[in-house]
C-alpha cells in the first residue's frame, strides 16, 4: 500500500505522518517514511538546491523537473523496493505537490506537469493522498523559523497553490481526501485511520501499490 500526505505547510503533515506511522506499527504492519523530495542521496542535494533561499532566479520549468527527478529516483530507490516487501509506503508529498505549486501556484499547465510525473514515476501512485487543507494566514501563523525558497513566495501564490490541491481533489474524489487542518489533531488522524482502513480491507487480495493508469 502507498499514502501520501500533501497541503500547503503549516497543515500538520508531520505529525499525522507520525501518528499514522505508529497506528500502523500497534497493528502489526511495517511502513516506511520517506519526504519528497528528497529520501535519497540524489534526492537530499536536489532538495537544497530547491529551498535554500537565493537571490539567483530559476525558471518554473527547470524547478518543476528538479522535483520530478528527486520523485524519480525516490521511487526508483526507496518506494518501489519498500512496496515489494510489503510495506505501507507513506509519502510526505509526492506529484500533486508540483501540480500545485509549479501548476497552479507557478503557471505551468498541470497537464503537462502530470504526464511528465507519469514518466518520471512510471505510473506508480498513492492508494490515497490526504489533502491537509488550511488558509494561507492560518498557515504562516504556525510555521516557524525562517523561509525557505518557495515559502517566500507569499499570498497570491499560496492562495493559488491551495486553490490547486483543492481543484486536483475535485477531480479524483477516489485517490485525494480532503482534510480540513483546523480540525484537532486526533480529528484529523481519526479520519485519515478510517479511510486507510478501509482502503487497505479493499485490498487484500489485490497487489499492494499495484499501477493505476
Request: one cysteine or more.
Amino acid at each position: 500500500m502507498f499514502f501520501s500526505f500533501d497541503g500547503i505547510d503549516g497543515g500538520g503533515k508531520s505529525t499525522q505522518i507520525e501518528k499514522f506511522r505508529a497506528w500502523l506499527a500497534l497493528r502489526g504492519i511495517e511502513s516506511l517514511v520517506c519526504r519528497d523530495p528528497g529520501g535519497t542521496e540524489l534526492g537530499e542535494r536536489i532538495r537544497s538546491i530547491l529551498l535554500e533561499p537565493t537571490t539567483q532566479p530559476m525558471d518554473m520549468r527547470a524547478e518543476m523537473l528538479l522535483y520530478m527527478a528527486s520523485r524519480a529516483q525516490l521511487v526508483s530507490e526507496v518506494i518501489s523496493p519498500a512496496i515489494l516487501e510489503g510495506k505501507v509506503v507513506i509519502s510526505d508529498r509526492y506529484i500533486p505537490a508540483t501540480v500545485a505549486y509549479q501548476g497552479y501556484g507557478g503557471g505551468l499547465a498541470p497537464e503537462d506537469i502530470k504526464v511528465t510525473g507519469q514518466i518520471a514515476v512510471g505510473n506508480l501512485v498513492p492508494d490515497m493522498t490526504f489533502i491537509l487543507d488550511l488558509d494561507y494566514p492560518t498557515s504562516q501563523s504556525r510555521l516557524q523559523g525562517s523561509a525557505d525558497r518557495i515559502e517566500a513566495r507569499g499570498q497570491e501564490y499560496f492562495d493559488k497553490v491551495r486553490e490547486g490541491f483543492l481543484e486536483q481533489a475535485r477531480q479524483e474524489p477516489d485517490r485525494m481526501l480532503v482534510i480540513n487542518a483546523n480540525l484537532s489533531v486526533d480529528q484529523i488522524h481519526h479520519k485519515i485511520c478510517d479511510v486507510a482502513k478501509s482502503i487497505m480491507t479493499q485490498s487484500r487480495s489485490s497487489v499492494p501499490g499495484r499501477d493505476r493508469r
